[in-house]
Every structure is written in structure tokens, then in C-alpha cells.
């Protein structure tokens, strides 16, 4: 009995106290989410309008005479609005608590007289003034398209809604309209028209004011997002691609994607002291890293850090794509995050390639074959080339693209030719036709960028449609063989995802685990370049490197899954040109901000 006392008291010590102050944003979150399905269940409902059970739901003004369907459908849909803000920590989502959360409770108690819901409100509103220091997050980079994304996710569910407000109220619903009836009832409302279903006594008024309160709520959230001032994302200024330039002079030939930081659409965070640097883009509220931090290794656990202080101020979630094995361990260590094998990068040592030797035989004739059928070759440097060339190179690799949307993040630079690029390199196939297209002889281009002093990392491949097969094959080649006399001695091919699970599940003696995986692959192969990419690398004889993703739990997997695939191209959302973004002016990160309000205070 003794030992059972001082346990009942811990726990009883562990509810007065309450819950951790960082759970708090999700907890208020969750409630808000759930308090508003409540009151969207009660605006829809009649039964659940008129249960017990809507006494939970009266956290907002949701009954107030003959609006209470109405107010109750809109108070739902607010804090649904809210819920992901909150949860997020985000401080503009916990200021419109604040506020709606007294004027809820007021409402309860002046028309309803309920002490229900004002306790409710209240419940709510004391974890948030308590903790209001976890609610500081900043906001996140936004455009007008999120107008567009608004109206069309707010008018499909208030379509929805709307469908539902009218179909349950069978005893007094008037004839048997049709589908398209309702719809169209639906959409005259949400207008504020009256439409051609009809009701029995008061609930004409009831459905009217619902649809109304659905279709005003869409057109204030779509105005409001389409007009307020832009949040632009950060981009790499001048200054940053200088500093980071002198960076990768130094300690560039450590990480074959170092030279792809210098995207113009990367933000990036220096180390304290300036001696290295992670670049980033943030998509859907992802945080997302490429490759090793750049700079000495010595100093990349301050622009690590740095990172993880502008993740936690926006509360964007943290991840790194494709990171060498020293760069996960270094992650792994500093923050505690978790690093899973992503892939294998293909690298060839250009002093061990020869096309001799039965396992060269099937690239050796593929080369042989496209030689024969008149290709020739050229590989150059950028700064050798003259503007006209160039500018031919650059419309043909826009033309030849196969894709309205330019892929690549982690392993793409996003542009040929800038004057600033002279070390990258070129390699261009040609064939003199009877006639020549739009680009001259111009057949197929691969495109790499500098990786340290002496090698090369592949950006881009390209090709005519009408060109025979195997340009790849023979411009890897061909760069290969002129290597050594433009000083490369390493070139870094493409990146192959789940090489490693590709080559174990293949082999005899293979699970049933691994052969499953493996059959998966395949199958999605069909989609994504994963089992063709690993084939056409292979053919080099490469040596592999594995490359990781770094990220918080497990949980967030799925999430930078589609962020990456987001980043990388593979998932667009089309938007009219009027609600793209503009270009972006630079914005301070978190650390820059707080100097700055550091300065104004004193």
C-alpha cells in the first residue's frame, strides 16, 4: 500500500501540471480540428442540431437565433481552417484563436445562456495564453496561386456540404427532386439565390442561410489570399552564390552535388563563422536540403544548426535529400535525426574506363553502330563556345525537354550557358542530314557541371526525337575519352534510387522479402526512372556511392516523399499565369530577423 500512495500522487502531479509545453500546439490543434466537425455535424445535422451532443460542438458562435445552422457550419469550418495552423505552432493561426475564441464564448452566453460552451471556449483558450511562447512559428512563403488552390478545395466541399444540407431534411422536403435539382439548389445558394427545391416552414430559411454562410466563407478566404501582400521565398542573392562560389573553390571536390547549391530558385544558411553552408527550397512545409553541406567539415555542424533554427522558427519539417554517408553520420549526430539509404550514385574513374573487355561489349557496339550511321561528337567547355552556339544549345535543350515542367533539385542546376558556369562541360552530337532541323546538325546534348578541379558531375541529357537511339551512350563516351585532356579524372553519372535493392533481389539465393521489393520496383519502374536508371548506369562499370534521405520520424516520410517529388518536378500543380509567383524578392531568414529586432529594441 505504501508503495502504491507516492505513485497515485505522481500521477495526480502529472495531471495538475498539465501537458509538456511543446505538445501543446498539437494538442490544441487536435481539439480544434474536432470541435470543428462537431459544429459542422450540427449546422448539417437536424437530429445532431438538436442532441445533447451539440453543447460540445458550441465553441464559436454557432446558435444565435435563426442563424444558428448557418454560424454553427461556419464556426466548423474556421476552426478546421485553423487546426493545421495551430498545430504547426503558427503565431497568425493562435492570434485568430485568441480572438474568436472569447467572442465564441460571449456569444454562447448572451443568445443561448450556455455555460457549456463557454466552459469549452475557455478550456481551449487557457493553453493558449499559457503557452503562447510555442506559438512563434513564422509564416511560411506564399503566392496568389494559393487563391486558386483555396477556391477550388473551399467549392468542391462547400459543394459537398451543400449536397448534404439539402438531402437531410426528408419530412419536410417538398416532391422528389432529381441529383441534378440539388446541385443546382446548391449552387444558386451558395450564391445566395434561391433554387428550385423546396421545404415545408422554416427550414427554406434554415437551408438558405446555410449555403449562404458556406458560399460568403469560400468568396472572403479566396479574396483575402488573393490579395494579400506576398510572402515571397528566399532565393539566392548575388552575395550568396559569391560567397558560396569561393566555398566550392575550396572544398568543392568533396561532394559531386556541391556545384548544384548554385540554383537561383535555393535559399541558403551559413555556418557562424561563414567557412560552410546548407542551401534549401521549402515546399508544402518541407524543409528540404540536397547533398552535403558546403564548405569544411570542421564547420558544418554552425550551418547545420543554423538550419535546424530556421526549421524550428517556420516550423518547417527538416530533411535532407541525397547526402554521401559522412554527410548522413554529420546530420545524424548533430540533430539527432534519422538517416535512411536512398540510392547509389554511379561514379567513374576516368583513368580505369576502356570500352575493351567482354563487359563493355553491348556499349562498344552501340557506339560503333551510331558512328557508323555518321554522329560525330564534340566536348567543350562552356567558355570555349560562342554565344550563337550556346543560345542554339539552349533552345534545343528547351525544345527536346519532353516536359512543361523543368525537373530537377537535388542533381540539376536549372540552366546552361551563364557566363558564370565557364568550367561546366558540354558534349553535343551531331549529324550533317539533307535536312536539317530547326538546331542545324545539333542531334543531342549532356550537359555536366564542375565538380572540384578534376571532375565532372552529369546535370542533364537531351536529345531529338528522330535521332537514333543511344546519343546517351555515345556522348557519356565520348566525354569519357576526352577527359584526361581537359584534365577530368572522375565523372558522376546518374543517380540510381533503391540500386542496391535492385541488385541483392536479382541474384540467387534472394529472399522472398527482397524479391517482393525488388518485384515493386519494377512495377513502378514503368512510372519512374528507377530499374532503366540503375541498367543504364551499370553499363559503365561505375563504382557505387550511396546516398541518404535525413529526417525527423517516420511519420514524415510520406510527406517529404511528395515534397521531394514536388521539388524534383515529378508532381506540379498548373496554375493561370496571373497567381504564379513573382520574382522573388530576398527575404531575411529567422536569424537576420532577430538581429534585427534585437537592433530596434535597443
Known amino acids: 500500500m505504501s508503495g502504491g500512495i507516492p505513485k497515485r500522487s505522481s500521477r495526480v502531479r502529472h495531471l495538475l501540471r498539465g501537458p509538456r509545453p511543446e505538445a501543446v500546439p498539437v494538442l490544441v490543434g487536435k481539439a480544434c480540428a474536432l470541435v ?10 437536424p437530429r445532431f442540431r438538436h442532441s445533447r451532443m451539440h453543447a460540445v460542438a458550441e465553441v464559436l458562435p454557432g446558435a444565435m437565433g435563426p442563424f444558428a445552422a448557418a454560424l454553427s457550419l461556419s464556426a466548423g469550418v474556421l476552426l478546421l481552417l485553423l487546426a493545421h495552423g495551430l498545430r504547426r505552432g503558427k503565431r497568425r493561426a493562435w492570434r485568430a484563436a485568441v480572438v474568436l475564441l472569447p467572442a465564441g464564448a460571449v456569444a454562447q452566453f448572451t443568445y443561448r445562456h450556455s455555460l457549456v460552451g463557454v466552459l469549452i471556449s475557455l478550456a481551449l483558450l487557457a493553453p493558449l495564453l499559457r503557452h503562447r511562447d510555442q506559438f512563434a512559428a513564422l509564416p511560411d512563403p506564399r503566392s496568389r496561386w494559393r487563391a486558386l488552390a483555396n477556391f477550388v478545395l473551399m467549392g468542391a466541399g462547400s459543394l ?11 419530412k419536410t422536403l417538398l416532391g422528389d427532386p432529381s441529383l441534378a435539382d440539388r446541385i443546382t439548389h446548391v449552387i444558386y445558394g451558395l450564391f445566395g439565390f434561391e433554387g428550385p427545391v423546396d421545404y415545408q416552414g422554416a427550414t427554406s430559411w434554415t437551408v438558405a442561410f446555410s449555403l449562404g454562410a458556406l458560399g460568403l466563407l469560400t468568396a472572403v478566404t479566396t479574396i483575402y489570399l488573393a490579395f494579400r501582400p506576398e ?3 528566399a532565393r539566392l542573392t548575388e552575395d550568396d552564390e559569391v560567397r558560396l562560389r569561393a566555398l566550392l573553390e575550396k572544398h568543392g571536390g568533396r561532394d559531386s552535388l556541391g556545384h548544384f547549391a548554385l540554383r537561383r530558385d535555393k535559399a541558403v544558411v551559413f555556418s557562424p563563422s561563414g567557412k560552410a553552408a546548407v542551401t534549401y527550397r521549402v515546399v508544402s512545409g518541407v524543409m528540404l536540403a540536397s547533398g552535403d553541406p558546403i564548405g569544411d567539415v570542421e564547420a558544418w555542424p554552425g550551418a547545420i544548426e543554423r538550419f535546424m533554427d530556421e526549421a524550428r522558427a517556420h516550423s518547417w519539417t527538416p530533411a535532407v535529400m541525397g547526402c554521401s554517408e559522412t554527410g548522413g553520420e554529420v546530420w545524424a549526430r548533430e540533430t539527432g535525426l534519422d538517416a535512411l539509404e536512398l540510392g547509389d550514385e554511379a561514379v567513374v574513374e576516368v ?3 576502356s570500352l575493351a573487355g567482354r563487359a563493355m561489349r553491348n556499349v562498344r557496339q552501340m557506339v560503333k553502330r551510331i558512328e557508323r550511321a555518321g554522329y560525330e561528337t564534340r566536348v567543350r567547355r562552356v567558355r570555349d563556345l560562342g554565344d550563337a552556339e550556346l543560345d542554339r544549345i539552349r533552345r534545343a535543350a528547351d525544345d527536346w525537354r519532353g516536359t512543361d515542367t523543368e525537373r530537377g533539385f537535388s542533381m540539376a542546376l536549372g540552366r546552361i550557358g551563364d557566363p558564370s558556369d565557364g568550367n561546366c562541360l ?3 552530337a551531331h549529324k550533317a542530314d539533307d535536312q536539317p532541323g530547326p538546331y542545324g546538325d545539333l542531334k543531342a546534348i549532356l550537359h555536366f557541371v564542375p565538380w572540384g578541379t578534376d571532375g565532372v558531375s552529369l546535370d542533364l541529357m537531351r536529345r531529338d526525337r528522330s535521332a537514333g537511339p543511344g546519343m546517351n551512350d555515345l556522348l557519356i563516351v565520348a566525354a569519357l575519352q576526352a577527359a584526361p585532356r581537359l584534365g577530368i579524372a572522375r565523372v558522376s553519372l546518374n543517380f540510381a534510387m533503391f540500386r542496391s535493392a535492385l541488385a541483392r533481389g536479382e541474384k540467387i539465393g534472394a529472399g522472398p522479402v527482397l524479391r517482393a521489393w525488388r518485384e515493386l520496383l519494377v512495377f513502378l519502374s514503368r512510372w519512374f526512372q528507377i530499374e532503366s536508371l540503375y541498367k543504364f548506369n551499370a553499363k559503365f562499370r561505375p563504382r557505387w556511392e550511396p546516398r541518404f534521405v535525413v529526417y525527423r520520424a517516420s511519420a514524415d516520410l510520406p510527406r517529404i516523399g511528395f515534397a ?8 506540379s500543380l498548373a496554375m493561370p499565369r496571373l497567381l504564379r509567383r513573382r520574382p522573388a524578392v530576398p527575404r531575411p531568414c529567422a536569424h537576420a530577423v532577430a538581429e534585427q529586432r534585437d537592433v530596434r529594441a535597443a
Request: charged content about 10%; overall charge negative.
Open 231 to 233: 510572402h515571397p521565398a
Open 36 to 45: 470543428g466537425l462537431l459544429d459542422i455535424a450540427a449546422g448539417v445535422f
Open 351 to 353: 583513368p580505369d574506363f
Open 160 to 170: 459537398a456540404l451543400g449536397l448534404i444540407i439539402v438531402s437531410v431534411h426528408p
Open 564 to 571: 521531394a517529388m514536388q521539388a524534383e518536378g515529378f508532381v
Open 426 to 428: 558540354i558534349a553535343t
